[in-house]
């Protein structure tokens, strides 16, 4: 078990979730069962991070969709942050919002965090791949965006 998610390893079942996303619909991890679903937790739109992050999975969307993938990523900015995040930068991915933190806390990614000698509760860059199953089939903790969604890409091809 890693000590970063007490709860969540590989091998465990991705808890479940409904959240509003762009566009006005919702997204729930159930409706993918039986798909690889890759969750990509972070911290906020329109950061530079988090847009490259967003970007290279969109820019991936076809490949993960030839393997019949779906790609989510959660952040707690709010619908109105999510569209404008997707329109301004054409996103290819799911944008699902947790203004409450409850999926969030449930993947163990709100977490303390400090800048600049404060401390604050902010979202750990994670990225979770769930197999057809709904386990867990490996997680990427404190992630590097450079060539991130290419090793997700490869690791999902490789379930």
Not at 45 to 57: L, S, V, Y
Not at 104 to 119: D, F, I, N, P, R
Request: proline share 4%; charged share 25%.
């Amino acid at each position: 078990m890693s000590a970063e998610h007490p709860s969540l390893s590989v091998g465990s079942l991705a808890p479940d979730f409904s959240l509003p996303r762009d566009g006005g619909d919702t997204v729930a991890l159930s409706h993918y069962s039986g798909r690889p679903v890759v969750l990509f937790f972070y911290p906020k739109d329109n950061t530079p991070a988090c847009t490259n992050e967003a970007i290279g999975f969109s820019a991936l969307s076809d490949q993960f969709a030839a393997i019949n993938a779906a790609v989510i990523g959660i952040s707690a900015d709010n619908v109105k942050s999510h569209d404008k995040f997707v329109k301004k930068h054409n996103l290819r991915v799911i944008l699902g919002s947790d203004e409450t933190h409850s999926v969030l806390e449930a993947y163990g990614v709100w977490k303390e965090k400090s800048m600049y000698g404060k401390t604050y509760m902010g979202i750990e860059r994670t990225t979770f791949l769930i197999d057809g199953n709904g386990k867990i089939a490996r997680i990427w903790e404190k992630v590097k965006v450079d060539g991130h969604a290419e090793d997700v890409l490869a690791a999902a091809r490789a379930l």
